[in-house]
């Protein structure tokens, strides 16, 4: 299995642009996370899906983030309109069931100018 | 929910010395405490996770205690070495929900 894939690693856009986050689990994994790293507040949890359902997503800052999982193997954040406080490494990961390893993708990191 | 306060911020130790990292937990039903180290630029990778029905455990040059009791679990690395320099990160989990991490130790490894 190639691991989790994030796509695209590197996004550069300008301030009220919407922006597309995606993520492809490991198959078979039924639980998926998204993570915000920032130097300030480290790793948060935004919001995790057990079997495609969202479970929390009280981590999500405000309306203008939204995530969806249509599938076992798919999974988007997106953020509109995006702000300059928005940049940071964004993570998705997965793990066979919940409260077990999670495993990182390599991150998209979201500059907003 | 889970809140996870993870110390030292940064840690430098001289070759061969042992880096001890802690990190407290807020809600006694967590049973799962997982240790990640990010190298620069890469993603977060599990080194060593331990359950709440065990102690201690060990693999190689890394030891993970926990107490249960005052909700303080550490990550231990003996004879260290240059490679081990990296961010780490002490997370916890209660059943049926994701892993809170703490906001991470920067470990630097003098030769």
């Known amino acids: 299995d190639a691991g989790v894939i994030q796509s695209p690693r590197h996004e550069v856009t300008e301030m009220g642009q919407e922006v597309t986050l995606r993520c492809k689990p490991i198959s078979g994994h039924n639980s998926l996370f998204w993570y915000r790293q920032t130097m300030m507040r480290g790793l948060e949890l935004l919001i995790y899906?057990?079997?495609?359902?969202?479970?929390?997503d009280s981590g999500m800052p405000e309306d203008r983030f939204s995530a969806k999982m249509p599938n076992a193997s798919f999974s988007t954040l997106k953020i509109q309109p995006s702000e300059p406080r928005d940049s940071a490494v964004y993570f998705c990961?997965?793990?066979?069931?919940?409260?077990?390893?999670?495993?990182f993708g390599q991150g998209t990191r979201l500059t907003v100018v | 929910g889970e809140n996870v306060e993870q110390h030292p911020s940064t840690l430098s130790v001289q070759e061969g010395d042992s880096a001890v990292i802690k990190c407290t937990y807020s809600d006694s039903a967590s049973n799962y405490f997982p240790w990640y180290k990010q190298e620069l630029g890469k993603r977060p990778q599990l080194i060593i996770d331990i359950r709440s029905n065990v102690g201690e455990k060990k693999d190689q040059r890394i030891a993970v205690t926990l107490n249960k009791t005052a909700k303080h679990f550490s990550l231990h690395i003996t004879e260290t070495q240059p490679e081990d320099s990296a961010v780490y990160f002490c997370a916890a989990s209660i059943p049926g929900y994701a892993l809170n991490f703490g906001k991470g130790t920067s470990l630097l490894v003098t030769p």
């Open positions: 990961a997965s793990s066979p069931e919940i409260n077990t390893e999670a495993f």
């Open positions: 899906f057990n079997n495609n359902v969202p479970i929390d």
